[in-house]
Structure formats: structure tokens, C-alpha cells
């Protein structure tokens, strides 16, 4: 049974949807929640403050629907309340929903494993015209996925009418359902039977006739019941107003859009960068860029000898064991009435290159040669594929490599959609054989240097990239020869590297435009179009003074955009990392158990695995403090005198539920049963028959001692699991800090540096999310990456780095990640990334980590410096380490600190 490995990012996204979740959760409102989280304002349309309505931006090739399916339970647990959600998960198109609903139903797919991991057999997947075969007992008791199309519920359309019509095979359900709970219906639009549906439906009037002023039966009305979770997939495509009269009749909990391009007004909470992708081996990365400026068969020629190059790559790849891969072009021909229409092109291949013609296959709105054919099969022989505008929706390509496009790349359509299938890597597997993990793209364009900035505005503008991400996902030409470390500072070579980065930037002059002196003005087009040439850095002033030239607001724009993307580039080339440089290597702590063992990596679960807590004592079953507020889903019914007496309907403050259930079956062992349900993914340190014992005497505690009733207990049962793995979490921490004082701090076990695993820096080693990356003003010149993580704009922290970069003995810094791939040092409560790692120019490599003074004596602060210490003291002087602080501990500089720790010892 296959299983997809969880990835950082994705991890990373999911626990910021959980800590804004729990802030909304607290603060009764996600609009709040959300200012406070992301320090950005919060778009309320069209759910009002209360409703989390946040998106994950995901570029093309970020594997959406896993980390949807992902995402349900964190919703559910975090903000619905409920252990069996009902979700509405809208695709795009019939055939999205098609695909997505056969992943999610079928046992032996991943995306189905992911919710059925949490859900086991309490889960139903399926298709909205299905909703009404669900039996009424299962709403509530299981997990219910149902997939569908936005337009399934546009009520102009026949599909949509009948979802909001009164509906017989709804009558039992509703007939489950109180008085109190129909009232949630009052307030949603044409949710009540009205004399106009009698007008509307004579045929059957007298049925509708007895419901005039109450609920109609409907399936739509039937989910707006049960608060739905909405997922939604492209939701770029779902931000219309009549969308949004769509999403609002369902009465949704939350909603989590899904999209590479979210528009104006969309809630990003995470932002998935290339990097962060690449990482993960979820695409290639460089893209190579060749333009062709003599016509298109030079192109052709190119792409086939790039394809045969990478064959050879592949067949390598086979031969060392690691996988078949048959390297594939993907050509954009141009249509009938350009040069290289799919015929011609198709007659090239095999008249002019010999290609043979069960190799080539087109693809087109008229001719359909792919059709039921299995691309990855190795008896498959197509190598050249042929299209024009878009390829099949939802078709996948694993093995496409090339892209070469006859189009004029200004009005080529559906390009990006070409150039995500050639940057998806295959099988999410990074090769041996370096040129297998890039992707490549000649295209045929006459005007030089503006392929590059057609293609950036394509990643961007279409396919979810950030700008920043460009200098790495985008080459014009190969990487420079890598260069050995010479001690030279690298900031005094970058401004003739920098002068390497030409774009040329087209743009409609205001008449009263004053074009920089410093800039060229390399063709005029009439009197007002002027392509002016950006070379290396462009300042700050004239970047201002190109904006201002163009004319009309959409010109300043799109100036605006290009300018920054020749930023990127520039500032990825004029970076150690992208010249090749090599940033020193960092040794891991290790240890052996016996001077013969073999050396084995410290870490937390090491020291662990020496631990050994007892539960059965009386302070191991007191969990503190435990309020009992209610915490399942309520809501209170008013009239709005503001808005002419209407019934509205608003989530209930938690002091207002009702505390308890009244008489009930429940017993304590059943609170625990759900316990170890819900928590023995947590716990895999402890056995069932451990695990079952402790709850049940935490649960009798609570009955006996805290005089709480079993009902209480029910309906409080998430913020009680909280509570409960907080404290398990608190006596294994307990544990884990004697322990690793005794074995580690106290040098009880025999520690060693590991330098035959240690830890490097990459060229593309930095998945930092667009979320994280520095947006200050000042230019740092040492970074050794071309993107800052995790740096804000000013303050302590910033002041460190910038004298880190100002410091004659330092050559390149890079402000190390926390997470991984970033460097780490093992302490009893985790891994602790230290904040800088520095490149001095005598070739060590320092540890620094900034503390601002109030942490000074804070005790887990005080293990993580005496680790780093140790650390360092292994390394005979190689690795410096220290904390510095604005001021040091007697007193000194942030400078003189400095000057300490980088002094030869």
C-alpha cells in the first residue's frame, strides 16, 4: 500500500492553520485571529469576521489535494469541535471531481489513507447526488467528504435548482431534526418554502403549500445544517459575487481555499515557495532557458538535442538502480495559420530529423493520440509530444523535461499550463544524475532578452511563484563554473556579476516621461512603446523614476512587476550560493555506548529511549487546573432590530451553552476509550493497556475529586485530550531534562563530532516560505543566499545581522532556518536552530544564536548555550559558538562580542 511521505512544508502549513485556528477559536473571531496572526488585514466578504475563511497558496506543482485532505482534521479538531465533520470539497471542473473523488474513495490511494488514518471506518466519500443515500444516522457519527463542482450549486443552472428545491428523499432526514435546530435555516437566503416557490412550482404547489414559512427539504439546506468545512480547490476561479451568494447559502464553518494565484482579497495564511518544493523533490529546478532567435527549427533541433541528452542521463539513472525514466519534449506549435502548425511540425520531426513516427504523438483539440494510452509504461515509445493550446485537464506527463515553444511567447496561451508539467519531478524523487533534476525550455523568440521576462511573469502571474524565487527556478543560460573558496570576501565581485543580468523592459512612455540617464534605451517603437535594457542593480531612484514613466496605471504595474523580477535574478546571481561557492560544512554531535559501537547522531530520541516515567502516582493523574466549557458547535438565534427585525444567526459565546447532558449512559471508561482514540498517535511511547489505565484514572480524578459528571466530561472531551497530552508531554519532559544532563551535559556518554555526516549547505538547500523572507530595505552584501529567512525589518535581531555582514572576518553568512534542513543542536525538549552561521574568511565556521536580554536566565536558554559550548569545545576550535545579546555579559558591544568570538584561538 503506497504512502506519501509527509513534507516540511506541508507540515509547516498545517500547524500555521492550527495556531490561527486556536486564536480564532479564543478570540471568538477570525478576523481578529487573523490581523493579530499574520499582521495583515482580514477580507470579511463574504462570511462576516466569525467564519475562518483562509487560503493556502500552493504553486503549480505543491501537491493541493494531499495537504486538503490533510487539513480537514486540523479544521475539524481546532475550530468545528466535532470528530465527524461534514465536508463540501468544490473542484474546479467535472473532471477534477472525477479524479478527486476516485482518489479519496479508493482504500488503496494515499489521499484516502490520509483521512482514514484519522477516520478509519467512520468515513463516507462521496459525489453530491449521492447526499441523500447517506443514512440519517451516519450525519454526526461519521466523517462525511462529499466532492462537487461550484457549479453545482449555481442556482442558474438545472443542477443547481435542484439542489436548493424541495426535495422528498430529504424527508426523513429533516424529520431527525428539532425545532431549535431548523431556526439556523431562518437566516440563509430562499432557505424557506415562500409563496413565490408555489408561483414558481404549480405543479406542485399543494406539496409546498403546508411548508409556506418554514425550511425547505433540500440537500442544500440539509448540509447548511451541519456547518460544512469548505475546501476549494482553484479558488481563484470561486471569487465572484455570485460565487460567494453560492458559499454562503451552505452555512459553512470554515473554508480553506486552495490556489497557485489567489486574487485580491484572498486570506493567505502560508505561502509555499519554489524552494520549499524542491526541497521536498516535488519539481526541478533550475529551468533552463534557451531563446532561439533564428527561427524555429533551431529550436526543435535544440529541444531533441536536449532530449537525447537527458536519455542518456536516464539510461545511466536505470543502470545504477534507481528508477526508469524516458526523458519526453513537450512542443507548443503554433496553429494553422503560423509557421510550425502541429502537421508541419509532426513532417519535420521525421522527414528533416529522422525521428520515427511511432515516437511522436499529437495532442490537439482535433487529433487525440493519446487517448487511452499508458505515458509511463516502458513499452511506451512516444518521446516527442505535440500540442497547441492546452493539454487533456488532469493528464499527467511524469517523464516531461523539455518544453519548446514556436509560439510568440507574448500571446501564447496556456503555456504555463505546459511548463508545470515539465517542472514536476518525477515521482517526487530527486535523481542521481544532476540534469535529471532540471527542467528545460528552448523557445522561438525574435526579440532577445524578453523570453526570461515573459516566462518570470508566467511563474508569478499564473503558476504561484514568487518573485523572489525566479534567480533560482530560472536560467538563462548553465550554472558558472563552481568556484573554490579563496578567503576573498565575495562583496567585492558582486557588482560585475551583477552587470551580467540584462531584461528588457517594454514599456508605453507617459508623454511626459524623463527616462534615467543611467538606464539604456535600446529601441523605440513609434512614439510612445521604448524598451529600455535593465543591467545589474537597479537603484531604488530609478526603478521609481521607470515606474513613473509609464503610462496609465496598468503600465506602472506591470513595470512595477518586471523590475522587482530583475531584482531576483540579479540578487540570485550575485549570491555565494549561485555561483557554486561551497559553504563550510558543520560536524553533528554523536555519541558511541561503548568505545567499539558504531557512532550514532544525538538526538532527543536518544536520550528517550533511557527514560522511564511512572504514571500511577498521584501527581501523574492531576492535570491542573480543568474548567469545564463546553466546546461543541452552538449557536444563538436573535432578531436584529438594526436590519428591520430580521432573524439573524451568530456562534454562542461559550459561557452561554448548556454544561450538562442530564442523565446519560456515558461511563468513565468510555471517555477514556475516545481518549485512546484520539491520542495514541501521540503517545507511541506508551502501550494500549498503559495509555487505556492512565486515562480512566485521570476521568475518575475528575468524577471524583473535581465533581465533574461524565457529561461534562463528553462534551468538553477535545480541550480535556489537550489538557491530558500536555501533561504526559510535561512528564516525559521532566524526564528527558534529568536524563539528558546526566548522559549528555555531563558528558555520561562518549561524545564525538560526526563529520562524516555533517551538515552542508546546497545551492537550493534554503526552503524558506514567502511568508517567512525578509522585507526590510537594507542590503545585506554576505548572505550566502539570495532570499533571507525569518529576518524581520528592524529591531534586535536585524542589528545582529547587519553586523554579522559588516564584519571584516566574516565572508558569507546565511541566518539558519528553524526547521528542517536548517543546522541543529540536540537538547532535552527538541532540536535548537541556532539564529546565524557564519563563514569567517580563515575558513571556520561560527555558531551564533541572538538572545534579547530578558532570556538571559531562562532555564531552557541556559541548556540550549551549554550545548552549543559543548559543542563547540569538540571541535577544537573550528566552530566557535556563543550567545550574544545587545549587550554581553559584562557589559560589551555587540561588536566586541563579535570581535571575541571570531578572534583566533
Not at 62 to 74: P, Y
Request: aromatic share 8%; charged share 25%; with cysteine.
Amino acid at each position: 500500500m503506497r504512502q506519501l511521505r509527509r513534507k516540511e512544508y506541508q507540515e509547516q502549513a498545517l500547524e500555521t492553520l492550527e495556531k490561527f485556528l486556536e486564536c480564532a477559536r479564543t478570540l471568538v473571531s477570525a478576523a481578529q485571529a487573523f490581523r493579530e496572526f499574520s499582521k495583515l488585514p482580514y477580507v470579511t466578504v463574504p462570511f462576516g469576521e466569525a467564519v475562518p475563511n483562509v487560503c493556502f497558496r500552493i504553486p503549480t506543482g505543491g501537491g493541493k489535494t494531499v495537504l486538503a485532505a490533510r487539513a480537514i482534521e486540523r479544521i475539524a479538531k481546532h475550530y468545528g469541535g466535532g470528530d465527524a465533520p461534514v465536508v463540501v470539497w468544490l473542484a474546479p471542473s467535472d473532471t477534477i471531481v472525477s479524479q478527486t473523488f476516485a482518489a479519496l474513495s479508493d482504500p488503496a490511494h494515499p489521499y484516502h489513507q490520509v483521512l482514514a488514518q484519522r477516520y478509519g471506518d467512520r468515513l463516507t466519500v462521496c459525489r453530491l447526488a449521492d447526499v441523500a443515500q447517506i443514512p440519517t444516522q451516519d450525519w454526526g457519527r461519521r466523517a462525511i467528504v462529499i466532492v462537487a463542482t461550484m457549479q453545482s450549486f449555481n442556482v442558474e443552472n438545472t443542477d443547481g435548482r435542484r439542489v436548493y428545491a424541495f426535495s422528498e428523499a430529504f424527508e426523513q432526514h429533516f424529520k431527525s431534526k428539532s425545532e431549535f435546530e431548523l431556526r439556523i435555516l431562518q437566516s440563509l437566503d430562499s432557505a424557506v418554502v415562500s409563496e413565490a416557490d408555489l408561483a414558481e412550482n404549480p405543479e406542485r404547489a399543494k406539496l409546498l403549500s403546508a411548508y409556506v414559512g418554514k425550511p425547505k427539504q433540500s440537500l442544500a439546506n440539509w448540509l447548511a445544517l451541519h456547518a460544512p468545512i469548505l475546501i476549494v480547490d482553484e479558488a481563484h476561479n470561486a471569487k465572484t459575487e455570485k460565487s460567494f451568494v453560492t458559499l454562503t447559502r451552505l452555512n459553512p464553518s470554515a473554508v480553506l481555499d486552495l490556489t497557485a494565484t489567489p486574487i485580491a482579497g484572498s486570506n493567505v495564511v502560508f505561502h509555499v515557495s519554489a524552494q520549499q518544493l524542491q526541497a521536498e523533490n516535488m519539481i526541478k529546478m533550475p529551468i533552463m532557458l534557451t531563446e532561439h532567435t533564428e527561427g524555429w527549427q533551431q529550436a526543435v533541433l535544440a529541444a531533441v538535442h536536449t532530449r537525447g541528452g537527458l536519455a542518456d542521463a536516464a539510461e545511466r539513472e536505470q543502470q545504477a538502480g534507481r528508477g526508469y525514466i524516458r526523458p519526453i519534449v513537450l512542443f507548443q506549435a503554433t496553429n494553422e495559420t503560423g509557421d510550425a502548425p502541429p502537421e508541419k511540425l509532426r513532417e519535420h520531426l521525421i522527414n528533416e530529423l529522422n525521428i520515427p513516427a511511432e515516437q511522436i504523438a499529437v495532442a490537439t483539440g482535433k487529433t487525440r493520440e493519446l487517448e487511452d494510452i499508458d505515458i509511463a509504461s516502458p513499452s511506451c515509445p512516444i518521446l516527442y509530444i505535440i500540442t497547441v493550446q492546452a493539454l487533456r485537464e488532469g493528464w499527467d506527463c511524469p517523464f516531461a523535461y523539455v518544453l519548446c515553444s514556436l509560439q510568440n511567447l507574448s500571446s501564447a496561451t496556456a503555456i504555463e499550463q505546459l511548463l508545470g508539467r515539465v517542472l514536476r519531478m518525477p515521482y517526487a524523487q530527486a535523481r542521481g544524475e544532476p540534469a535529471l533534476n532540471r527542467a528545460y525550455a528552448h523557445v522561438s523568440e525574435t526579440k532577445t532578452r524578453r523570453a526570461a521576462m515573459i516566462l518570470a511573469d508566467k511563474l508569478v502571474q499564473n503558476m504561484g511563484f514568487d518573485p523572489l524565487d525566479l534567480g533560482a527556478l530560472l536560467l538563462r543560460q548553465p550554472d558558472p563554473t563552481p568556484l573554490a573558496f579563496s578567503g576573498e570576501s565575495w562583496s567585492t565581485r558582486i557588482d560585475d556579476i551583477a552587470n551580467t543580468i540584462e531584461s528588457a523592459l517594454e514599456i508605453p512612455l507617459s508623454t511626459k516621461a524623463v527616462l534615467p540617464e543611467s538606464l539604456a534605451v535600446v529601441r523605440t517603437e513609434g512614439e510612445t512603446h521604448t524598451t529600455v535594457l535593465l543591467k545589474g542593480v537597479v537603484s531604488d531612484e530609478d526603478a521609481q523614476r521607470l515606474i513613473d514613466a509609464a503610462r496609465g496605471a496598468a503600465a506602472k504595474e506591470v513595470a512595477r512587476r518586471q523590475i522587482e523580477q530583475h531584482q531576483a535574478m540579479v540578487a540570485a546571481a550575485t549570491s555565494p550560493s549561485h555561483a557554486g561557492i561551497a559553504f563550510g560544512s558543520l560536524p553533528r554531535l554523536a555519541f558511541r555506548d561503548s568505545p567499539q559501537a558504531p557512532l550514532t547522531l544525538l538526538d532527543r530520541e536518544a536520550v528517550l529511549e533511557e527514560v522511564e516515567i511512572d504514571l500511577s502516582t498521584n501527581s501523574a493523574t492531576d492535570i491542573g487546573r480543568f474548567d469545564v466549557v463546553a466546546e461543541a458547535e452552538a449557536f444563538e438565534i436573535f432578531t436584529d432590530a438594526d436590519e428591520g427585525g430580521k432573524l439573524r444567526v451568530q456562534r454562542a459565546d461559550s459561557t452561554q451553552i448548556p454544561m450538562n447532558y442530564g442523565s446519560s449512559n456515558l461511563q468513565s471508561a468510555d471517555i477514556a476509550r475516545w481518549l485512546d482514540n484520539s491520542l495514541f498517535r501521540d503517545l507511541p511511547f506508551l502501550t494500549q493497556a498503559q495509555r487505556y489505565a492512565y486515562f480512566e484514572r485521570v476521568v475518575q480524578r475528575l468524577v471524583n475529586e473535581k465533581s465533574h459528571s461524565i457529561g461534562q466530561l463528553a462534551e468538553v472531551r477535545f480541550a480535556l485530550a489537550k489538557r491530558v497530552l500536555a501533561k504526559l508531554q510535561e512528564i516525559r519532559d521532566q524526564a528527558c531534562r534529568v536524563s539528558f544532563k546526566q548522559c549528555v551535559l555531563d558528558e555520561g556518554w562518549a561524545l564525538e563530532l560526526d563529520t562524516v555526516t555533517g551538515f552542508s549547505f546546497g545551492a537550493n538547500n534554503y526552503p524558506a516560505s514567502p511568508n517567512q523572507r525578509y522585507q526590510g530595505r537594507h542590503r545585506f552584501k554576505k548572505h550566502f543566499y539570495p532570499i533571507i529567512a525569518d529576518l524581520r525589518a528592524e529591531g534586535e535581531e536585524h542589528d545582529c545581522a547587519a553586523a554579522i555582514d559588516a564584519h571584516p572576518s566574516v565572508a558569507m553568512w546565511i541566518r539558519n532556518l528553524d526547521y528542517r534542513p536548517g543546522f541543529s543542536l540536540p537538547t532535552s525538549y527538541g532540536n535548537f536552530f541556532p539564529d546565524f552561521l557564519v563563514q569567517l574568511i580563515d575558513g571556520r565556521v561560527a555558531v551564533i544564536e541572538y538572545k534579547g536580554q530578558h532570556l538571559r536566565n531562562n532555564p531552557n536558554e541556559i541548556e540550549k548555550r551549554a550545548v552549543g559550548k559543548l559543542w563547540s569545545r569538540k571541535s577544537q576550535g573550528k566552530h566557535p559558538f556563543d550567545f550574544v545579546f545587545k549587550s554581553g555579559d559584562s557589559g560589551e558591544s555587540l561588536k566586541e562580542q563579535l570581535n571575541a568570538l571570531f578572534a583566533p584561538q
